[in-house]
């Protein structure tokens, strides 16, 4: 049957191939690993239940909904328990699958999903790991039939008959043992992140708003009254220019040129990484193209890049395209605590109405709004930005901590780096 000719995120296009069998593995249908379950949940109109989801990209399994049986549509429903392997008919394209925690033990599922246990041979937890190699997402994906991806049906007798390269019990179980340890570390690190990230916001919320004075160079407390102003008395709004005679290249006495693209090239990063596109200042001056000066804070003025709310500061003088606008500091105005005001000031509420999200300079000047005088906005801002540090280096670690792990499961589950099993585990 006919697919939509886009392929789903966690799914490059072609027909999985399996690599070179490792000695010592089998190469085995999955049928022959795994029992397909079928726990039928009699439903009582005044019996509550629980019941769940299965998030995509492998995302887990969370309680969806806590109802009385009465209030269940489909009465055809099924139990499942710690540890059981759920996939979602309808979104295993998109990766939904996953182990069962234990606090979600004992609740329902309907026929949308398929719920596996695993034979003697297998060792359940293996497959959590094997879930999220490409092999597996692609006969997952070449199991489903649909003429579009978001309605694509999962056929498990189709998935069954894909073989699969299996270690042996004891080879499953000391992998899932590495690579659980990998998992830990980033769920730890991930908590970090959530935790510094909450600090950071409520930082902002009590600095930026004065309810929280920090102390001068003397220590003492700042006390002097803020100033009730609008946003555009501590800069002023540009927009970029319709410029589209760029080449790649950099040589002497040309200026960088970015789109709204570079500000997706460094995540939640504050400084901007230059593409190769450089203008010479003849050409700049021919098109009339504006130049901001360093420290600018640029952002998206329209499309869907305005709604991410990213915000980045020019390291040098740059030419911006015209979907970007530039905040150029006034004098009354440190460029760090600007930069972490425009990150705390949600740009959504400027958006005029329309086919096509925009904003304009207008509505950002005359935003209202209260800043103190640029000492203390010099020793807000260095608070905050060592809340960014940290914040950097945790997302760094976290990036880092990801890679490796899909680096050494690629190893492992292929059998190209073998582990060494106990003795007493054979």
């Known amino acids: 049957m006919a697919r939509d ?6 799914v490059k296009a072609g027909k999985p191939i399996l690599g070179k069998l490792p000695v010592g593995w089998q190469k085995l249908s999955l ?15 005044n019996q509550e239940y629980d019941l769940v989801t299965v998030k995509r990209s492998r995302g887990g399994i969370i309680r969806r909904e806590h109802l009385k049986g009465k209030n269940i549509s489909v009465k055809s429903q099924f139990y499942i328990k710690e540890g059981d392997f759920l996939i979602s008919k309808r979104q295993i394209v998109h990766g939904a699958c996953g182990l069962v925690p ?34 597996f997402q692609q006969t997952c994906f070449h199991s489903s039939i649909g003429v579009h991806i978001e309605k694509m049906i999962f056929k498990l007798d189709s998935w069954f008959r894909w073989p699969f390269n ?28 959530t935790n510094s990230q909450q600090q950071k916001k409520a930082l902002m919320q009590q600095l930026l708003t004065g309810k929280k004075r920090l102390l001068d160079e003397n220590g003492v407390r700042f006390s002097r009254e803020w100033i009730h102003g609008q946003l555009g008395d501590l800069c002023v709004f540009k927009g970029g ?29 504050r400084n901007i990484e230059y593409s190769n596109n450089w203008v010479s200042f003849e050409t700049a001056k021919l098109m009339k193209a504006k130049t901001f000066p360093e420290s600018s804070i640029v952002f998206a003025k329209v499309g869907a890049a305005l709604l991410l709310n ?12 015209n979907n970007m606008m530039a905040a150029v500091p006034s004098n009354a105005a440190d460029t760090e605590f600007l930069y972490q005001l425009l990150m705390a000031i949600d740009f959504a509420r400027f958006v005029q ?24 906005q010099q020793k807000i801002a260095a608070v905050l930005s060592a809340a960014d540090a940290e914040i950097s280096t945790l997302e760094k670690k976290l990036a880092s901590l990801k890679d490796e792990k899909k680096a050494l499961m690629q190893q492992l589950l292929t059998g190209k780096r073998r582990v060494t099993v106990d003795a007493d585990a054979v």
Not at 31 to 45: G, M, Q, T, V, Y
Not at 243 to 264: A, C, H, R, T, W
Not at 364 to 371: R, W
């Open 241 to 269: 220019s319709a410029f589209k005679e760029v080449y790649q290249g950099q040589s002497i006495g040309e200026l960088p040129f970015i789109k709204v693209s570079d500000m997706n090239l460094l995540g939640n990063e």
């Open 31 to 45: 049928e022959k690993c795994l029992n397909i379950e079928a726990r039928k949940a009699d439903i009582h109109d």
């Open 166 to 193: 299996i270690p042996p019990l004891p080879e499953q179980k000391k992998i899932v043992q590495i690579l659980s340890t990998w998992d830990n570390a980033i769920s730890v690190t991930e908590k970090l992140l």
């Open 5 to 10: 000719s886009l392929y789903p995120v966690s």
């Open 310 to 321: 990213r915000r980045r500061i020019l390291s040098r003088p740059t030419i911006i395209d």
């Open 353 to 376: 109405e329309g086919a096509v999200p925009s904003i304009n300079q207008g509505d950002l000047s005359s935003f209202k709004l209260s800043y103190p005088d640029v000492e203390e």
């Open 102 to 135: 234990k606090e979600l033990s004992g609740s329902i599922v309907s026929n949308e999903y398929c719920v596996l246990t695993g034979k003697p041979n297998f060792y359940l937890p293996y497959i959590e790991f094997l879930s999220e190699s490409l092999y």
